[in-house]
């Protein structure tokens, strides 16, 4: 497997969190091996830009972004707005390029499984159409269960390759709260899905070698096989 989709329950749950870490570790532990990340679409500024700033990325911002909108919406609506259209096959033929051209790729998705891509079409439905190995990612919180349960239906109903579940703190929390409010068992039990690994609050998440250490105390032989 030399692409991964990087996905989530719902707008900030920790995506952008999860593919920097896994960029920091890949780019840590395999320098001698090529990799890249994309934002197949962005709606306002954001993740790029994050990126960019970040990593020395041998992708021009066409190649991390194929379609960029301004308006911070759902990009059905964002297009709208500059009388444009979602076209999926611009991105489709960037990301065939770059998996051709890159041992590994990281492909983070917006916002999340449910969010609409298009007017017919959701995350779920492209990284089912497109045959993406997916990793979801459930934020540490109140109501963070039931939310994975429903994601993970929605992956199984549009027959998504769901690796499995990352647990990501969004904020400070303590080992007595990721028990009580997302306890990887039972999450693992109501899904049938393997939970990879919790990621910690980072303060600051510009520290590479933190993201790179905090990528490898996950379960990445099962994630990136």
């Known amino acids: 497997m030399n692409t991964l989709l990087i996905t ?10 999860l593919t920097t870490a896994l960029a920091a570790y890949w780019q840590k532990y395999f320098p001698q091996r090529s990799w890249g990340i994309m934002k197949p679409i962005q709606s306002g500024i954001g993740d790029r830009e994050w990126y960019q700033n970040l990593f020395t990325l041998e992708q ?5 972004t194929p379609l960029y909108f301004q308006a911070p919406l759902a990009p059905p609506l964002a297009a709208v707005q500059e009388n444009r259209q979602v076209d999926l096959a611009v991105v489709w033929q960037v990301l065939s390029e770059l998996r051709s051209r890159r041992d590994f790729l990281l492909v983070e998705a917006l916002g999340g499984l449910g969010s609409p891509v298009t007017e017919e ?18 934020p540490v919180r109140l109501g963070a269960i039931a939310q994975a349960v429903a994601n993970v239906a929605l992956a199984r109903q549009t027959r998504v390759n769901l690796k499995g579940i990352v647990l990501n703190c969004v904020q400070p929390r303590s080992d007595a ?49």
């Not at 079409?121 to 459930?138: I, S």
């Not at 939970?195 to 994630?223: F, H, I, M, W």
Request: charged share 20%.
């Open 121 to 138: 079409l959701t995350v779920a439905d492209l990284a089912a159409e497109w045959r993406l190995p997916t990793v979801l990612v459930v």
């Open 8 to 17: 989530a329950t719902d707008t900030d749950a920790g995506k952008t969190v």
């Open 60 to 64: 021009s911002a066409q190649e991390i």
């Open 177 to 225: 709260q990721i028990a009580d409010w997302t306890p990887p068992d039972l999450v693992q039990s109501l899904t049938n899905t393997p939970v990879l690994g919790c990621l910690p609050y980072l303060e600051n998440r510009t520290d590479l070698d933190k993201l790179a250490q905090v990528a490898s105390n996950l379960d990445l032989e099962r994630l990136l096989s």
